[in-house]
Every structure is written in C-alpha cells, then in structure tokens.
C-alpha cells in the first residue's frame, strides 16, 4: 500500500516483448526484472510435447530453438480484435482457445511481478498502442476489451488503459529540466506510434495531461514487418522466390509469403500446402531450389528462418556492418553454397516502402499538433534502433535532436507513473 492507494502495476504488452514496472512504497520507480535480470520478457510461450509444460519468454524461445519438440505462440497482440482469438489451436496434445493462451501470459506475468515484490497486485495500468488495428474503429476497441478480459481473469481486478506513446513521453519527461515540444517515437515489433506532447517537468505531477498531447498518430507496421521483408529478400531467393522458371515464368509466391509471416508459417506446413508445394516441382528450372524449399517445409524451418534473419537484422543495424544470416540447418550438401547476407544498403532497400510509410506517419503526427517541427525526437521500441529508420527520421526532421531513449522499459515505466 502506498498511502491509501494500493500500487498498480503498469504493465506494457507487446508483440515482441512485455515488460512492467510500478511506484514502490518508498515511492521510487522500479522496473520488474521479468526475465532472469533483464526487465524485457519475450511475449512467447512454448507447449511442449516433450514434458508437457509450458514455458515462457525467454525460456519458451530457447526450448523453439533447441528443436524440442512442442508449439511456440507468439505475436499473440496482434491478433487482439481479430476473430481468430475464439478460435482453438492445436498446443501440444491438446486444443486451446487463443484467448486463453493471453490469459495464462498474463498469469505468469503477474505472478513473477509478485514473486518479485512479494505481495498480491490487483490493480494494473495497461498499455495500448494508438491503433491496435488499423482503420477499424470497432475491432479496436473490441481489441483494448479483450486485453481488459484476458487481465481481469488473470486476476487483476482494477484495469486502466493508457497510450502507450503517452507512456513513453512520460518516462522521457522525468528526464528534461524545460519545457519541451517532443515527438515520441515509439516502434517496436508489431506498430509504430507518434506522440507530440508538450514536455515540461513543472506538470508532470498534474493527474491529466491530456491538454500537452498535441497530436497522436499510429501505424501498424513494425520490426516483425522488417523480418518479413528482409526474410523475402535475403533467404527466399534461396528457396526459388522470385525464380524464373519453366516458360520464363516467375514460379508462384504464395508459400514464400506464408512462410515469411510469423503467424501463416504452420499453415505451409499443412499436408495440403505440402502437395501444393511439391507440384510446384515442374514451374522450376533450377531443382536445386525446389529441393531446398522442401527440405525447409518438411523439417518446418520457417520460424527459425525469420529468427535468424531477426538476429542479422539486429546485428548489421548495431553495428553498420554486414551480418551473416546463419542458414546451415538448410544445406543438403557439405559444399552447398548459402551466403544470405543483411547489408546496410539491401536492409535500406528492402525495408524502403514501410519506412517511408512509418516516417510519413511521423510527419503526419507532427503536422496534426499543427507544428513545423518538434526540439525533440524520442526514440523507444526496440526498432527504434534501426539504423535505417533513423537515418531517414533524421534526413526528414533535421531541425530535431535525436535522443535515444530506454528502448525496452520505458513504456512500462511511463505506464506507472501515470
Ligand atoms: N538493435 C536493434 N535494431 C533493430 N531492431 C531491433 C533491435 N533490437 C530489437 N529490435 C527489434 O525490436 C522489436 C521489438 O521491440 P519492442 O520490444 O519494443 O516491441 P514490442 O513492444 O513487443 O512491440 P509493440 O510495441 O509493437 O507491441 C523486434 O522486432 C526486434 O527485432
Ligand atoms: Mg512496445
């Protein structure tokens, strides 16, 4: 208890990674550790068949990548306010209902946070992102309901909302001494999110804060969506994408998209996609490639792919340099050659569109607060370290400073505070 107010845990739910934080009773801010030591924790579960448990976050994804045997379940946000979340799914050797893999997230969730502090939360700020889909006003909201849902029966009994930008904005503020026009960038795996909000450490007691948000603006394009396109662009062609074939004829691409979209992989694998697949053998010339292809949906090897090329991505935007995209678990043959590489310039090409999409949303936003330009540009989501991303950013906002913010716990902090 803090005072009178129980705390409330801020909890920030993401595609790719969930982290949390709350005011302690000695009043200072504490990022959870939700993950070992580290605050970030992979939004991943993994049912294994093996032991029949289910792991999580980084422990579900090491099991995935170890090959035992059992299903991993991620981008679980992203189908928030999709039908698909009454659906079942085969996890194991049994059958569960989408939304129920959200809730018992939440439960283990909620259970390390108080493992950590050491008593019962029952009250939570949540996250949201400006969209959680796109120009669908009513599955939005029936998203943000479902996320209130799957809290309340993981057994928190008061739940808010709150921005997830907003958030962002809030942690940066605690930061400044003066009054700042700041657009918060927030990209992580599954969207991207604009902020301008006027800054200024002298308000950030006051309870409502909605007259310093100027403008907000989101787009639902984010690091999952680079992996897609850097997988086709890199690795597919390895496996006959963009093959001219028999007749001069492109060979058919629907199983390299399905392949390429962390939640339509299973589906190449179906016996159905399998025989598809495998007829597709006349449209090649090159067999070599066919071969290769069914080597990666028969050894079902496309989430492995995408993480691979997820890592390279991450590798040659940190350090500008080129990155191997680790791709031996597909040779046939000891001398087979499989040189997939990220480049500066391939990853600035591949990911050219959707950049250009995300940054005009980032203008769009400071257009709408009816600005020129901000001082600042905040940058939090682990994309935001995106080389490229910046680059562009910079080129299109040169009067802002770039300030690189806590790419990973900043939201959740933001989400307390609030
Ligand atoms: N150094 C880096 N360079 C580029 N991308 C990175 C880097 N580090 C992490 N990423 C990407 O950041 C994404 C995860 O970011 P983050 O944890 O902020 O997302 P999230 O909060 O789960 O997603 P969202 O906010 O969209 O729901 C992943 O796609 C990951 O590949
Ligand atoms: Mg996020």
């Known amino acids: 208890m803090i005072g009178n107010r129980p705390p409330v845990l801020g909890i920030d739910f993401g595609t790719s990674n969930s982290a949390a934080a709350l005011i302690t009773a000695a009043g200072s801010l504490q990022v959870v550790p939700l993950d070992g030591k580290r605050a970030e924790m992979p939004t991943a579960l993994f049912f294994s068949s093996e ?10 994804m090491q099991a995935y990548l170890e090959g035992t045997e059992g299903r991993l379940l991620r981008s679980l946000k992203s189908l928030l306010g999709s039908p698909l979340m009454d659906e079942y799914t085969a996890v194991g050797d049994r059958s569960m209902r989408f939304f ?5 997230f939440f439960k283990e969730l909620r259970r390390r946070c108080e493992t950590y502090v050491g008593h019962s939360l029952t009250h939570a700020v949540l996250g949201r992102p400006v969209h959680f889909v796109d120009d669908n006003p009513e599955r939005d909201s029936l998203a943000q309901e479902t996320l209130r849902r799957a809290a309340t029966e993981a057994g928190f009994t008061h739940i808010s909302f709150q921005l997830e930008p907003i958030a962002a904005a809030l942690d940066f503020e605690q930061r400044i001494d003066k009054e700042t026009l700041a657009l918060v960038v927030d990209i992580g795996g599954g969207t991207s999110d604009f902020t301008v909000i006027r800054l200024d450490p002298a308000r950030s007691l006051q309870a409502d804060r909605s007259d310093d948000i100027l403008a907000t603006t989101g787009i639902h394009i984010g690091g999952t969506d680079f992996d897609r396109l850097l997988d086709l662009s890199t690795v597919m062609p ?5 093959h001219v074939g028999t007749g001069g004829r492109i060979v058919p691409n629907s199983v390299f998209f399905d392949l390429c979209t962390w939640h339509l992989i299973h589906q190449a694998y179906t016996r159905k996609a399998l025989h598809f697949a495998k007829e597709l053998w006349t449209d090649f010339t090159d067999l070599t490639l066919h071969r290769r292809l069914m080597g990666a949906l028969e050894e079902q090897h496309g989430h492995r792919m995408l993480n691979e090329v997820e890592l390279a991505k991450i590798a040659c935007s940190m350090s500008g340099q080129t990155a191997p995209v680790a791709l031996d678990f597909l040779r046939h043959a000891p001398d087979e050659h499989l040189g997939a590489t990220i480049t500066a310039a391939g990853m600035a090409e591949a990911l050219h569109q959707a950049l250009q999409q995300v940054v005009q949303c980032a203008q769009d936003c400071v257009t709408a607060a009816g600005l020129q330009a901000v001082d600042v540009v905040y940058l939090t989501g682990g994309s935001s370290a995106l080389r490229p991303l910046v680059n562009v950013l910079q080129s299109t906002m040169p009067r802002a400073t770039l300030v690189e913010g806590n790419r990973f716990g900043g939201v959740a902090a933001g989400l307390a505070l609030t």
Do not use: Q, R
Request: charged residues 15%; negative net charge.
């Open 51 to 60: 032991s029949h448990t289910v792991l999580y976050g980084s422990e579900a």
């Open 238 to 242: 390895l496996l006959g994408y963009k």
């Open 100 to 104: 129920d893999i959200v809730v018992l």
